[in-house]
């Protein structure tokens, strides 16, 4: 039990000092290393998981308690948590002062500007990883295809989408 | 530095308003929580930090809700404020996990699921989508996400070294970018 706290400590402090662009890029090496590399959780249960956060509301991290209470309970729930949150916000708190020195030089608008590809390249791998994960048949497809046109064409409420796709989920068609 | 004053106790409440009520998303909650509804922050003051928590590693609305608290009522108030915004979330995220854990074998739990995550990949992939197109016209730039999907995608590297090599390239590429665009 100790061992895998101190494997979901060191997880998900890196992951955190990682997350340039928010949390969503982290979600493939969360699922490599909760899935592939620790057999913690299935994929399906991994994408289960994410779409149960992504139900509730809160910032884009909220899958991170979920994974620490699913592998260890509540010491994995306040592991996680704080590992996730910790290094990254004292980095926060550390560079605020800074701040007001190095907004305005150049290096600092190079490194936001070449941040960006990055932050795509990572967030297009996560949405193909959790729509391989979520996706298991043509039905399936075609909702996770209808909501991410609607939710770019249209100014629909993703809660509505998250409804929708549940209630042909429940009817069991195509599964 | 600070015209308003803000306790511990209304850090704390505060965010964490904004973390119950943020769903999809709780970026444009967060400004009319912080600017609008507190006053805690003028919008230019709102934009500029929110330019640093963007900047640095870890969730945006997350980092801001350190910021704002460190701001006002230093280490303490980041503590507030954090707690605050993902307190309430958790405590829902956590009776959500109880309530799929004691039902996950029901085949309409099951079914309700398989929609429910497709669904939220949906979401996903529209997000990967908008924060594509502005790459348009710019090949250095789709090149560079191009190698770090596939690397993640489909080659399934680790995320430390496919940052460690791809980020001070793409940061050398917009570095020119920058500075042929001066010399214009």
Redesign the interface.
């Known amino acids: 039990m100790t061992q895998t706290l101190i494997a979901l400590a060191l997880i998900f402090g ?11 890029t ?1 979600l ?2 969360m699922h ?1 290393q909760v899935v ?1 590399v620790h057999h913690w959780m299935t994929g399906t249960e991994f ?17 991170v ?2 994974i620490g ?2 592998v260890a309970g509540w010491q994995g ?1 306040i592991v996680t ?1 704080v590992a996730k ?1 910790g ?3 004292i ?3 550390l ?2 002062h800074a ?1 007001e020195r190095f ?1 305005d030089r ?26 391989k ?4 048949h043509w ?3 075609a ?7 609607l ?2 064409r249209t100014r629909i ?3 509505w ?2 409804l ?9 068609f195509g ?1 | 530095m600070n015209r308003v004053q803000v306790s511990l106790r209304e850090l704390f409440t505060g965010f964490l308003g904004l ?8 970026m444009p909650l967060a400004r009319r929580t912080i600017v609008e509804q507190r006053r805690w922050l003028t919008p230019e003051e709102f934009t ?1 930090l929110l ?13 801001l809700s ?2 704002i608290g ?2 006002f009522r230093g ?1 303490a108030g ?1 503590i507030a404020a ?1 707690s605050g ?2 307190g ?3 405590a ?3 009776a ?2 109880v309530i ?2 004691r039902t ?1 074998n029901n ?2 739990v ?23 197109l ?2 348009r016209g710019r090949p250095a ?2 090149a ?6 596939a ?3 489909v080659l ?1 590297v ?3 070294p496919t ?1 460690l090599v ?2 001070p390239l ?6 020119r ?2 500075a042929t665009g001066n010399a214009q």
């Open positions: 890196e992951l955190s000092l990682l997350a340039f662009g928010g949390g969503n982290t493939p090496e490599r592939d994408s289960a998981l994410y779409a149960l956060a992504q139900a509730a509301p809160g910032p884009n991290l909220m899958v308690p979920l209470w699913h729930l948590t949150m290094p990254s916000s980095i926060t708190m560079v605020l701040w907004k150049p290096w600092r608008r190079a490194v936001q500007a070449g941040l960006v590809p990055v932050t795509t390249g990572l967030v297009a791998a996560s949405a193909l990883l959790i729509a994960s979520a996706d298991t039905v399936s497809w909702i996770t295809g209808v909501c991410a046109v939710t770019i409420h993703p809660l989408l998250l929708g796709g549940s209630l042909i989920g429940l009817t069991g599964q | 973390g119950l009520m943020a769903f999809g998303g709780a500029e330019g640093l928590c963007q900047f640095l590693p870890g969730g945006n609305v997350i980092n350190v910021a460190m701001r280490v980041s954090m915004l993902i309430g979330p958790t829902i995220v956590i959500l996990g799929y854990e996950q085949p309409y099951q079914h309700l699921f398989a929609g429910l995550a497709a669904a939220a990949a949906g979401l996903l992939v529209a997000m990967a989508v908008k924060i594509a502005p790459l730039a789709i560079i996400a191009v190698l770090g999907f690397a993640i995608a399934r680790p995320l430390l940052m791809l980020t793409s940061i050398a590429v917009a570095t970018r920058t």
